[in-house]
């Protein structure tokens, strides 16, 4: 019911077998993270970018992005690198292909996931923002909620706030690595000019418009799984679940805007 007339009879011939390399993707990598929506992307793009048909394309690039709840220009951009990739296989070269891959890797991200990893990189990013935050913020919803940040406040704590001292604490080599990355990233300010350092007072400001970011991308989400939940309820006639859904969607919109 998602799709006009001309489309489905654009699909017809060819969406059984299109429809079983959905699912087998959909069997060998997990939606709900970025890793697994990048390949079920990539896995199904591989067959959609031999398609001619422009028509029945634009039916997958829309599936695809309803499946792993991505924006469409996404998966539509993934195309063109899939497309890339495969037309340079006989050379078995495509450095720029690969390089436009990675980046694309965090767009399969949540938001709020991007949200919530630079604001525990600004926050670690200074000794006195961070004591300030582990006294202000560790008993906050949003921060009980969050193993990572959980994670950081408290044990930056215990490491007397220094990101060297956290890192020697740990003996994951990934955990390591990844909170590199955070922190790094968040760091540094990447200008035509050079690298510029934050000062703590710019990193105060910055660290609270993220925090005010992060509770309402996290209530955004909330939304939109409200949303969907109600759609299930309308389709199985549960009247009792769909009034209970939509005082909770009431309130939640209310708080939103408040």
């Keep these: ?45 591989a067959h959609v970018a031999n398609i001619e048909n422009q028509i029945e394309k634009a039916h997958w690039i829309k599936k695809i992005a309803h499946t792993v709840e991505v924006e469409e220009k996404i998966v539509t951009d993934v195309l063109k690198t899939v497309a890339a990739n495969m037309g340079q296989q006989n050379q078995a ?61 408290k044990n930056g704590a215990e490491s007397e706030f220094s990101f060297d001292k956290l890192l020697a604490n740990i003996d994951d080599d990934h955990a390591i690595e990844s909170l590199r990355k955070i922190y790094f990233n968040a760091k540094y300010l990447f200008t035509r000019e050079g690298v510029v350092e934050y000062s703590t007072d710019e990193l105060r400001k910055l660290v609270d418009e993220y925090i005010s970011k992060y509770i309402k991308e996290l209530q955004k989400e909330k939304l939109y799984d409200i949303i969907k939940q109600i759609e299930n309820a309308e389709q199985k006639g549960d009247k009792e679940t769909l009034a209970k859904l939509m005082s909770e969607f009431t309130k939640l919109s209310q708080e939103m805007q408040s």
């Design 93 to 153: 070269q495509y450095p720029a292909s690969s390089n436009i891959l990675t980046e694309q890797e965090s767009s399969f991200q949540k938001r709020s996931d991007i949200i919530r990893n630079s604001l525990v990189g600004l926050i670690m990013s200074d000794a006195k923002i961070w004591k300030e935050n582990f006294e202000t913020q560790l008993d906050s919803q949003w921060a009980k909620d969050d193993s990572l940040v959980q994670f950081v406040l």
């Design 1 to 45: 019911m998602w799709y006009p007339a001309l489309l489905l009879n654009a699909v017809k011939k060819s969406v059984l077998a299109m429809e079983y390399f959905f699912d087998e993707a959909l069997k060998k990598y997990d939606k709900k993270t970025a890793d697994g929506k990048l390949n079920i992307a990539k896995e199904v793009l």
